[in-house]
């Protein structure tokens, strides 16, 4: 029997929380084509007949301008030296640039056996994968390079066996049923800034944050529904029209987008009251942070 800890990090959108998703075949991270989409740490356990894994979504690693991003980006560096397998993933329909090297630069000394997932290889063509193999292999010592594509599922299975081949043995750190370490709350709140980062565009996606107020189980009193209230804090009052929409246009179409996916996601019927809020500069603001579950310092195990 093995066990261990898996981080995949790397920079905004090499599709890391799509590969999460792929491992443990249900939806954990929510995907957006916006950069930054993932703000925390997101854990997954996945039971195979010889193992059991704990893979690690990680927010992308980028420049931090606000106090939100720099501990989105220590949510990612902390796991560096925390877990047993590191997965570096990287997007091969992108060219490298310096924020590449930047993480690169991050990784080549870490203890953990160090992998390269060149991910998205559905978008390049065949005859370019083998000589960028060639060139990665220069950069640093990997334990191993696996091409793959998390979006289509193209040679996850082997990734899955190459990770559990350099896992420890171990027992499970898990009962066999756990899925999770994020509370329901959570993956409310995410769900519905899925569809706030799909429906809008410019800045808002990087300067909203979504806020649950009030969440309240399916019970005799809610009459089996299960209530949320949330909040949409902005940065700016010409954010907040923006959102809302002609008529409260907006806003609904938001709403309604989330409920029934929160409706699949929960299994029961749901009322979603959704309000907007001007919250300036919450991305410095620590008690905002600590309820987005950006507080200092978490650790995986």
């Known amino acids: 029997m093995k066990s261990g ?30 950069p930054q989409t993932t703000r925390t740490r997101i854990l997954g356990v996945k039971n195979y007949p ?35 397998v590191l997965g570096l993933v990287l997007d091969v329909a992108e060219p490298p640039g310096k924020g590449d090297r930047y993480v690169f630069d991050l ?7 160090l992998f390269l997932i060149l991910n998205k290889i559905d978008l390049l063509k065949k005859s ?3 000589p960028l193999i060639d060139r990665y292999r220069k950069d640093a010592e990997f334990a191993e390079i696996v091409p793959i594509s998390a979006s289509t599922g193209d040679n996850v299975d082997r990734l899955e066996r190459s990770i559990i081949e350099h896992l420890p043995e171990g027992e499970r750190l898990y009962p066999e049923d756990y899925l999770t370490d994020q509370p329901e709350r959570f993956f409310a709140s995410e769900i519905v800034r899925e569809k706030l980062l799909q429906f809008t565009h410019a800045e808002i996606p990087f300067s909203s944050a979504v806020v649950i107020d009030r969440f309240e189980e399916p019970s005799a009193e809610t009459k089996n529904i299960l209530r949320l209230y949330c909040t949409i804090v902005v940065d700016r009052e010409s954010q907040k029209p923006i959102i809302v929409g002609r008529g409260g246009e907006m806003v609904k179409k938001i709403g309604t987008a989330a409920r029934e ?8 019927k749901v009322y979603l009251d959704l309000h907007v809020r001007v919250k300036a500069e919450w ?14 310092g978490r650790s995986s195990r």
């Open 50 to 84: 010889d193992a059991q894994v704990v893979y690690l979504d990680t927010p992308g690693i980028h420049r931090p301008l606000h106090r939100m991003n720099v501990r989105m980006v220590d949510a990612a560096v902390e796991t560096i030296r925390e877990v047993d």
């Open 261 to 268: 996916e929160l409706e699949r996601f929960f299994g029961t």
């Open 107 to 113: 990784v080549k000394d870490a203890k953990a056996s």
């Open 5 to 34: 800890f898996v981080s995949f990090i790397g920079r905004p959108n090499a599709g890391k929380s799509t590969l999460l998703n792929r491992l443990v075949g249900t939806k954990l991270a929510i995907v957006s084509d916006k």
């Open 128 to 130: 370019k994968l083998l």
């Open 283 to 296: 991305r410095e603001d620590d008690l905002v942070l600590q309820q987005l579950g950006l507080g200092p």
